[in-house]
T-cell receptor
Framework: GQNIDQPTEMTATEGAIVQINCTYQTSGFNGLFWYQQHAGEAPTFLSYNVLDGLEEKGRFSSFLSRSKGYSYLLLKELQMKDSASYLCAVNDDYKLSFGAGTTVTVRA | IAGITQAPTSQILAAGRRMTLRCTQDMRHNAMYWYRQDLGLGLRLIHYSNTAGTTGKGEVPDGYSVSRANTDDFPLTLASAVPSQTSVYFC?????????????FGEGSRLTVL
């Protein structure tokens, strides 16, 4: 969606940490999702935030600040299999809009 | 466990032809969606259905139609295909209407219109 911004590409080293930022503008915020999509495959759900704060799930964490229109996805202890596109999606008035995605490349 | 099944996986189509992309889910989810994914634009919603018998327009509905005769099936029809409809199409479902729940995606249908 045109109101969702995330970086196009990021590169990091195996074992490192990468933070993917997402900024958005909405009129009726009802939650923010992060999805992972490997090349040539379908997106798969990673996380959901509807209240401010940090949600941790294993090596992945997602943060939300509703007042700032800002979220980030934190990937820790990067593995080669984490090379994928990460999609930020925002529920605005009960319709989901996706950002263009951030392609993360993990190098050995 | 099948989840969501889309067909065909890939199709090359002449402009002006009619095409139906099939989508079937076995999770008894109420809500279903059709997205197209284009490089640099991300996923864009075409049509959705919050429950069997109802449909709604998404962000890019022109040139597409859908029907939801039952809970499991949500076909997408291109009445007269044009080259700009070349894309990867994803069907998705959710147990929550209004896009408040996790989406489960099919494997996608790659359509090329010449």
């Amino acid at each position: 969606g045109q109101n969702i911004d995330q970086p196009t590409e990021m590169t990091a080293t195996e074992g490192a940490i990468v933070q993917i930022n997402c900024t958005y503008q909405t009129s009726g915020f009802n939650g923010l999702f992060w999805y992972q999509q490997h090349a040539g495959e379908a997106p798969t759900f990673l996380s959901y935030n509807v209240l401010d704060g940090l949600e941790e799930k294993g090596r992945f964490s997602s943060f939300l600040s509703r007042s700032k229109g800002y979220s980030y996805l934190l990937l820790k202890e990067l593995q080669m299999k984490d090379s994928a596109s990460y999609l930020c999606a925002v529920n605005d008035d009960y319709k989901l809009s996706f950002g263009a995605g951030t392609t993360v490349t993990v190098r050995a | 466990i099948a989840g969501i099944t889309q067909a065909p996986t890939s199709q090359i189509l002449a402009a002006g032809r009619r095409m139906t992309l099939r989508c079937t889910q076995d999770m008894r989810h109420n809500a279903m969606y059709w997205y197209r994914q284009d490089l640099g634009l991300g996923l864009r919603l075409i049509h959705y259905s919050n429950t069997a018998g109802t449909t709604g327009k998404g962000e890019v509905p022109d040139g597409y139609s859908v029907s939801r005769a039952n809970t499991d099936d949500f076909p997408l029809t291109l009445a007269s295909a044009v080259p700009s409809q070349t894309s990867v199409y994803f069907c998705a479902s959710s147990d929550s209407a209004g896009s408040t729940g996790e989406l489960f995606f099919g494997e996608g249908s790659r359509l090329t219109v010449l």
